[in-house]
């Protein structure tokens, strides 16, 4: 195979783990492996380590249908998401690493006239926040993408869309690997197939985790699972506000390009995209029950399906390739969890539902700066755990679209 090529080398390290760091990062996915990067290249904390249950890139990083956007309501959510959009106008020359971010635009259907009045008051928002939007008429949205049934007998007819010309997708597995390669090439360790199973806690202190490898101690864990965040806090005898339920996505058989922006409707509930190989990339909604399954059930791809053909009647014909599912950690505003507990030194970054590979840059950047200096970037602040107490929610459900 590739590796007894002469002068293969790997793209990052697999060491095997030490006994101490600095800071350990918990969760080897997108966000994981951005704090990783971010903490040895902004803040030169060179010995981090992060510990991986199963290969890096696996979990929801593997199973998204890659949509970026910022186009949030709230001035905290449209801040955090920009903060993330524009690293990733970057990110490919940072890492030296083609993640594909292609800004092919994203549109969110209306079809009635409270969708149309929520639309204007997002888009006005987003432009308060400098945030790139605008209001599609049906006709611009027909011209922008031809195929779409826009009004006539259909059910949901379509009234207008609000519209993020600089939202798009990217290539999620090349995220992962970049952040890994370039972390892996500022001395931080990363270490697959190695699972926290406990949280070494003393007088209120982290001091490290148990894994399936043996104690590897720390002064400072910093938490990125995903789905699996309430079962890591719970090792800490700590309780959080959220939800893991499995999230669906499928994609078709390949295609000539027939569809170059990115559509969502939370009415009809669906979204849609077509990637790089042709392949039309389907999701909707969570799975209600709670699960850590990584699959869900066929009457919610069955509902996806028919909300796909609702608007893209010419695909009802295709055939579906593969069908999968990741756990998705819901919060009750839709909005991540990201700083400090009140255990010293132990940090969560979590929270981010069905809307966090968009996120991913930002995400690892401002988590990398809260366990850096023990305090919130400023625009991760208002996403405390304390929100849930004081009442100061940020409620993002309906810019959270199609999946909440
Ligand atoms: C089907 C689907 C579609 C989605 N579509 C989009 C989208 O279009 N746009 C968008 O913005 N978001 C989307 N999301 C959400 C997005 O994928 C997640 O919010 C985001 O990826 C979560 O952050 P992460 O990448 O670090 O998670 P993950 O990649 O899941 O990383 C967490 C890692 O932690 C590891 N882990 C867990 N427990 C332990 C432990 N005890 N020890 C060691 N490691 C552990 C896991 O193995 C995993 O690799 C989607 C999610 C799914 C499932
Ligand atoms: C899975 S929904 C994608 C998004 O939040 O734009």
């Known amino acids: 195979g590739l590796g007894h090529h002469q002068g293969w080398q790997p793209a990052w390290r697999s060491p095997q783990p030490e006994s101490r760091y600095d800071v350990i990062i918990v969760g080897g996915g997108g966000h994981g492996l951005a704090t990783a990067y971010y903490l040895a290249s902004v803040h030169g904390v060179r010995k981090v380590a992060v510990l991986e249950k199963g290969y890096l890139g696996g979990g929801n990083t593997a199973r998204n249908t890659t949509i970026i956007r910022s186009n949030y309501l709230w001035d905290e959510s449209s801040q955090l998401y920009e903060h993330a959009l524009k690293l990733w106008e970057g990110l490919s020359q940072e890492l030296n690493f083609n993640v594909m971010f292609s800004q092919r635009g994203v549109m969110n259907l209306g079809h009635s006239l409270q969708d149309m009045r929520d639309i204007e008051r997002r888009v006005n928002a987003n432009l308060l926040n400098g945030v790139d939007a605008e209001v599609l008429s049906p006709r611009e949205i027909k011209e922008r993408v031809p195929l779409i049934a826009i009004g006539g007998d259909v059910r949901y007819p379509i009234l207008g869309a609000s519209y993020q010309p600089r939202g798009g997708v990217a290539r999620h597995d090349a995220v992962a690997w970049g952040f890994a390669r370039a972390a892996s090439a500022l001395g931080v360790d990363i270490i697959e197939e190695c ?163 968009k996120a991913t840059p930002g995400s690892g950047h401002v988590f990398a700066h809260t366990i850096a200096h023990d305090q919130p970037h400023p625009l991760n602040a208002a996403f405390s755990l304390e929100r849930f107490a004081s009442g100061r929610l940020i409620d993002e459900h309906g810019a959270a679209a199609v999946a909440h």
């Open 195 to 357: 699972e926290v199973t406990g949280l070494l806690i003393e007088d209120g202190r982290v001091r490290g985790v148990q894994t399936g490898r043996g104690e590897i101690r720390a002064d400072k864990v910093g938490c990125v699972a995903a789905g699996n965040s309430s079962t890591l806090a719970r090792m800490a005898g700590l309780r959080l506000p959220l939800e893991s339920h499995p999230l669906q996505a499928f994609v078709s058989e390949s295609l000539k390009p027939c569809l170059d922006t990115v559509v969502m409707s939370g009415a009809v509930h669906g979204y849609i995209s077509q990637s790089d190989k042709g392949e039309l990339v389907i999701g909707a909604g969570i799975d209600s029950y709670l699960g850590y399954g990584q699959r869900g059930s066929p009457h919610v791809i069955e509902h996806t399906a028919a909300a796909i053909v609702e608007l893209f009647p010419s695909f009802s014909r295709l055939r579906m390739n593969r069908q999968w599912g990741g756990i998705v950690d819901v919060s009750p505003d839709a909005c991540p969890i990201i700083g400090k507990t009140r255990i010293q030194g132990l940090y969560f970054n979590c929270g981010w539902g069905t809307g966090g590979f």
